[in-house]
C-alpha cells in the first residue's frame, strides 16, 4: 500500500486483502441504513415495504458484527541487526515495559547474533546472551518465552503473557540459508508460526543480501524463502497460507539515485518523505505484486543505518556508507479470494453469505526506531499492533487442580482431565512451576503423564509428586500440562502456594530475589 505521512494508525482486516476494507464495509454501513430511512419514509401496509425494512436491518447488523471483533491483543515486535555486539544493559525502552496498554505478545528478531564457531556451539548447549537478557527482562513481568528459533546469527524469540499460553498452539519453526548460493545461513530467514487463540500467524525474521546493487537479488531471496519454507500442519504448510505473516528484519533495501549530501540534509531537516520515492522496498513494493500484498507503516523514522557504534552520528568511516532504511516490519493478511479458495477445497457449506465469522483485524499503533541504543551500526526498529479477533476456543485442553497442602515434608497430589480430544501423548508431562518462570523447561520438578493408556475425555486422573523434587521455601506456583506434539502448555491450574517446609524452618533457609523473583 502507498505510505500515508499524516497516518499513525494502519488496519487491515481479513474479510479483504487490503486496509481500506473497513471504511469501504461503513461506507456500505451508511448506505443500507439511509435505505432503511428510506423504506421507512414511503412505508405503506404492504407486507413488500416490512421485508425491505427486516432486510435492509439484517445487512447492517451483519455488517456492525463484522466491525466489532470481541477481544483485542497487543502485540510488540522488535527487529535489530546487532551486529555481532553484547547485549546492552537493559531493554526496557526497547520493549515499551513501562507504557500502557500492556502488551501480551512480543516478537523479537535480531540479525547477526555473534556466530563465530566456538560461541556458536557454546549457545547451542545454553541460550545465547540476547536470550538471557530477554527471559531475565520478561519473565518477573509474567511473560514466558513460547518459542525460539536460530540459524547461525538470525534469532527469533516469541513471548506472551501466562494467561495466552494454554491457547498458543501447533508451534513450529523453520528456516531457509540463501548465503554462498543457499549452502550458508549467514543471511537467509528463521520463522516461528502458531495458532492463537485459533488464529494462523507466522512471522518471519529474515537478513537479504546486501550492498545497493543487490535490490533485485532481495526480492528474489524472499520470493524463494516464501516458496520453500514450509510447516507439517496440513491447513497452513507454507507461510502464506496464515491468516496474518509478519515479515521483518534487516532486509538490506537501500536509497538510490540520491547522493550522500542531499539524504543526510534531508534527514537531519526532517524532510524524510523526499526520501521515500527512492526507497528500494517501495519501488519494488510498485513492480512485483506479490510484494504489494504486504503492508507497511510510513517510515516517519530517521533512516536505521549505518551509524558509529556508541553515538546517534551516521558512519564517519572512510567509506561514509549513505544511510537506509534497511531494518523493516510489514504485515499481511490473507485475501479473501485466497480464504474462498481454501474453503472451495475442503468442501465447506457456509451460511455467511461471504462473511468470515471469525475476522481479524490488524492495527499499527507504533512504528519506529528507538535511537538510544548504540552497541550496533544499526538502530533498533519497533512495531507495535492491536490484533483485534473472535477467538475460535476459550477453553484449555487440560484441566489441571492441585489436591491439598503442598509442601517439600510429603508427596504431593495432583489431578488432570482432558477437556478436549487432542493428540496426547504418553511422553505428555506436567511441570511445577514457580510464578515469573522463563520457558516451558523453567520447571522445578514434573511428573509424566499416566503411562499405560491415553485418558478418556473428561477422566479425572490423579498423579503423586514426589516431595524430594518440591520447593523448600513457601512460594506461588502453577502446574502447566506440556504436549509433546503440540510443543507448548495447553494446561494451566490457577496458582496456589506452596508452604515452607520443615526443613527451611530448622535450617534457617530464607529465598533471594533474582531479577524480581523470590529463588
Given at each position: 500500500m502507498d505510505l500515508l505521512p499524516d497516518s499513525s494508525r494502519l488496519r487491515s482486516d481479513s474479510t479483504s486483502s487490503s486496509t481500506s476494507q473497513g471504511s469501504r464495509s461503513k461506507t456500505v454501513l451508511r448506505q443500507r441504513l439511509s435505505e432503511l430511512m428510506t423504506c421507512i419514509e414511503d412505508m405503506s401496509s404492504d407486507d413488500e415495504a416490512g421485508e425491505e425494512v427486516s432486510r435492509t436491518l439484517d445487512e447492517a447488523f451483519q455488517l456492525c458484527g463484522q466491525l466489532l471483533p470481541t477481544d483485542e491483543f497487543r502485540l510488540h515486535m522488535v527487529t535489530w541487526n546487532v551486529a555481532t555486539a553484547e547485549p546492552p544493559e537493559?531493554?526496557?525502552?526497547?520493549?515499551?515495559?513501562?507504557d500502557q496498554p500492556s502488551v501480551d505478545l512480543y516478537v523479537i528478531g535480531l540479525q547477526e547474533v555473534n556466530a563465530t564457531p566456538v560461541r556458536f556451539i557454546s549457545d547451542l548447549m545454553a541460550e545465547d546472551s540476547w536470550s538471557h537478557l530477554f527471559m531475565d527482562t520478561l519473565g518477573p513481568k509474567g511473560f514466558v518465552k513460547v518459542t525460539s528459533v536460530r540459524m547461525q546469527g538470525l534469532l527469533l524469540l516469541v513471548f506472551a503473557k501466562m494467561m495466552h499460553l494454554p491457547f498458543i498452539r501447533n508451534i513450529q519453526s523453520t528456516y531457509t540459508r540463501t548465503g554462498i548460493f543457499g549452502y550458508w545461513g549467514n543471511k537467509g530467514a528463521v520463522s516461528v508460526r502458531f495458532s492463537f487463540y485459533g488464529h494462523m500467524l507466522c512471522f518471519l525474521n529474515c537478513h537479504l543480501a546486501a550492498h545497493m546493487h543487490n535490490a533485485l537479488q532481495r526480492v528474489d531471496e524472499f520470493e524463494y524463502i516464501l516458496e520453500t519454507q514450509d510447516f507439517d500442519i496440513f491447513d497452513t504448510p507454507h507461510v502464506l497460507d496464515h491468516k496474518v505473516v509478519f515479515w521483518f528484519g534487516d532486509l538490506n533495501f537501500r536509497i538510490e539515485d540520491h547522493g550522500l549530501h542531499f539524504v543526510r540534509s534531508s534527514i537531519n531537516g526532517g524532510r524524510l518523505n523526499l526520501l521515500w520515492s527512492k526507497d528500494q522496498l517501495i519501488m519494488m513494493k510498485k513492480k512485483e505484486p506479490f510484494l504489494q500484498e504486504f503492508e507497511e507503516g510510513p517510515l516517519n523514522f530517521k533512516p536505521t543505518y549505518k551509524f558509529?557504534?556508541?553515538?546517534?552520528?551516521?558512519?564517519?568511516?572512510?567509506?561514509?556508507?549513505?544511510?537506509?532504511?534497511t531494518d523493516r516490519i510489514l504485515w499481511r493478511i490473507k485475501p479473501k479470494s485466497e480464504e474462498d479458495d481454501d474453503d472451495d477445497e475442503k468442501s465447506s457449506t457456509s451460511a455467511d453469505d461471504g462473511q468470515d465469522e471469525y475476522p481479524i483485524m490488524v492495527t499499527q499503533n507504533i512504528y519506529t526506531s528507538v535511537m538510544s541504543y548504540g552497541v550496533s551500526d544499526h538502530k533498533p526498529v519497533i512495531g507495535n499492533f492491536t490484533l483485534e479477533l473472535r477467538k475460535y476456543f476459550e477453553t484449555q485442553l487440560v484441566d489441571l487442580t492441585p489436591v491439598g497442602e503442598w509442601s517439600a515434608d510429603q508427596n504431593a497430589l495432583l489431578t488432570y482431565t482432558i477437556l478436549e480430544d487432542f493428540m496426547s501423548s504418553t511422553w505428555d508431562w506436567i511441570g511445577l512451576y514457580k510464578v515469573g518462570f522463563k520457558s516451558a523447561s523453567d520447571y522445578e520438578t514434573f511428573v509424566w503423564v499416566r503411562e499405560n493408556e491415553l485418558p478418556e475425555v473428561n477422566e479425572v486422573i490423579e498423579k503423586s509428586v514426589v516431595k524430594d523434587g518440591l520447593p523448600l521455601l513457601s512460594g506461588e506456583y502453577v502446574l502447566g500440562y506440556y504436549s509433546t506434539n503440540l510443543n507448548s502448555i495447553v494446561g494451566l491450574s490457577d496458582s496456589f502456594q506452596i508452604l515452607e517446609s520443615k526443613r527451611a524452618a530448622m535450617e534457617g533457609l530464607v529465598s533471594k530475589d533474582i531479577n524480581g523473583v523470590d529463588k
Open positions: 537493559d531493554v526496557v525502552s526497547l520493549l515499551q515495559l513501562n558509529d557504534r556508541k553515538a546517534d552520528s551516521y558512519d564517519t568511516s572512510g567509506k561514509k556508507r549513505k544511510p537506509a532504511w
